[in-house]
Nanobody
Framework: QVQLVESGGGSVQAGGSLRLSCVGS????????MGWFRQAPGKEREGVAA????????DYADSVKGRFTISQDNAKNTLYLQMNSLKPEDTAVYYC??????????????????WGQGTQVTVSS
């Protein structure tokens, strides 16, 4: 059973940066699709950034392109989300998720099987 634990959330002013981390364990497949998703109060969960660990293929939501970067450290079983130029609309609970194999649409949340507990990101203006 894959387990995911996020960290790195917090409060920051607009224009600031945060780096989220997601440490995974229990991996049994060679490659996974892994993603960062977020959910703000009263809004639906949305895909932010995702990566296929087997080939490094990535995808980003239009709202974060050029500001967020997803990366992986296989030696540490850790997924990262570097968030720069943060905006108040980035405020949400951020979740890490994973599923075996390559998804056709990496940002499709309902296809993910394993989820972390979430970490709060608050951006003030």
């Amino acid at each position: 059973q894959v387990q995911l634990v996020e960290s790195g959330g917090g409060s920051v002013q607009a224009g600031g940066s945060l780096r989220l981390s997601c440490v995974g364990s229990g991996y049994t497949y060679s490659s996974y699709s892994m993603g960062w998703f977020r959910q703000a109060p009263g809004k639906e969960r949305e895909g932010v950034a995702a990566i296929y660990t087997g080939a490094g293929k990535t995808d980003y939501a239009d709202s974060v392109k050029g500001r967020f970067t997803i990366s992986q450290d296989n030696a540490k079983n850790t997924l990262y989300l570097q968030m720069n130029s943060l905006k108040p609309e980035d405020t949400a609970v951020y979740y890490c998720a994973a599923v075996e194999g390559l998804l056709y649409r990496l940002l499709q949340a309902e296809r993910y099987k394993y989820w972390g507990q979430g970490t709060q990101v608050t951006v003030s203006s």
